[in-house]
């Protein structure tokens, strides 16, 4: 009985270590788990800061790109150390999109299809680990670019994909109001064996006020707006005036004149 005693003594104490060491390692991998989620979010921002920062240069009435380039190399180690592989390929497939377009802009446009494939490859990386709306609209944009670039088994083979991708976007959150601006280019340009309207791109653009409560389009969507609607008309006047005039629907009718002058001005000419 004695014995009986001492062994039932001794698990009930080997119980408590295994029961204390237990909680001490889920305390442990909470900590470390809080702790690496802190740290993600310290770098996001301070890549995501530099991001804009680049961004805003760019659709500046006096644009600075060569300095949105060297802000978008700065702030691509933030997000190489991302320890959440998804938001880390995320950003950087957004660094690589953005360069991209300002690469467009300086008229290097082989290093602008780089920065694009290489967009696209970072994005679908991310799409892989699971759905997530901007990730399909960003994809949508990177594809919209690329087409541009590409033969015309590329153009058939991946261009009428742009639209699922705006779709199922929207599908996964109705308040994405890129995903809907992308959704109105594609319209805009699509041929109509494709899907292409003048009235879809309109219609599509009220349903997004309708749904977001925003009357207002932000300038770097405004860019890329009047910029493809340059290049997409083949510099037709007529039609760049008609895919411009779509726009009267927002309210910051300001912003427009002004972005529509600085395009105007980069192509005037041709």
Do not use: C
Not at 106 to 120: I, L, P, Q, T
Not at 131 to 145: K, M
Request: hydrophobic letters at 40%; aromatic letters at 14%.
């Amino acid at each position: 009985m004695k014995r009986t005693y001492k062994v039932n003594l001794f698990y009930n104490f080997l119980k408590q270590v295994i029961f204390i060491a237990i909680l001490a390692v889920l305390f442990l991998g909470i900590n470390n788990i809080y702790i690496q989620a802190q740290s993600d979010d310290s770098k996001y921002k301070k890549g995501e800061n530099l991001y804009f920062q680049a961004r805003e240069m760019f659709v500046a009435p006096t644009p600075k790109l060569s300095e949105a380039i060297t802000i978008l190399e700065e702030s691509i180690p933030y997000f190489t150390e991302i320890e959440n592989k998804q938001l880390r390929y995320y950003w950087l497939a957004k660094v690589a999109y953005l360069t991209g377009v300002i690469e467009k802009e300086r008229n290097d446009h082989e290093k602008a299809e780089e920065d694009f494939s290489f967009s696209k490859r970072l994005i679908s990386e991310s799409l892989d680990i699971g759905d997530f709306s901007d990730g399909y609209r960003l994809l949508a944009d990177v594809e919209g670019q690329l087409v541009s670039y590409r033969n015309l088994y590329y153009k058939a083979k991946f261009g009428t994909g742009i639209k699922d991708f705006l779709v199922k976007a929207i599908e996964l959150d109705s308040g994405n109001e890129k995903a809907y601006i992308s959704l109105a280019m594609y319209y805009r340009d699509a041929p109509l064996i494709a899907g292409g309207s003048f009235k879809k791109s309109e219609s599509t653009l009220k349903k997004m006020i309708d749904i977001t409560h925003s009357d207002q389009i932000d300038l770097f969507s405004l860019y890329l707006w009047i910029d493809t609607a340059w290049t997409n008309s083949d510099y037709n006047l007529k039609k760049i005036k008609d895919y411009i005039s779509i726009l009267s629907i927002f309210s910051n009718q300001a912003d427009i004149k002004f972005m529509a002058e600085r395009i105007e001005k980069k192509y005037h000419g041709m």
